[in-house]
């Protein structure tokens, strides 16, 4: 399978937004669901947010009302929007597709908020 492809991180200051994008529409599948998870160093990594083909959403909670994801047209994109960035929300930021047991991710982006 097509492993996802992320973009968009980098370096912003704090109160910043960044956008990342994921795209893996080249799969033979087609994703029930995609996520980003982050993780930052020495620390598990964890959910951001997640979309179903639906579109449901599920959110962590240190991300509601700042962070939005949302499905691009072309099968198996993903982006988030990360508003009123803080310096805790620096780590590595993974996409993740899900169909039925299986799972793909990218290799990740750095988000690094700092001033």
């Known amino acids: 399978q097509v492993q996802p492809v992320e973009s968009g991180g980098g370096l912003v200051q704090p109160g910043g937004s960044l956008r990342l994008s994921c795209a893996a529409s080249?799969?033979?599948?087609?994703?029930?669901?995609m996520g980003w998870y982050r993780q930052a160093p020495g620390k598990q990594r964890e959910l951001v947010a997640s979309?179903?083909?639906?579109?449901?959403?599920n959110y962590a909670d240190f991300v509601k009302g700042r962070f939005t994801i949302s499905r691009g047209n072309a099968k198996n994109t993903v982006y988030l929007q990360m508003n009123t960035l803080k310096p805790e929300d620096t780590a590595v930021y993974y996409c993740?597709?899900?169909?039925?047991?299986?799972?793909?991710w990218g290799q990740g982006t750095q988000v690094t908020v700092s001033s």
């Open positions: 979309i179903s083909r639906g579109g449901s959403t």
């Open positions: 080249t799969a033979n599948l087609n994703y029930n669901r």
């Open positions: 993740r597709g899900e169909y039925e047991t299986y799972i793909i």
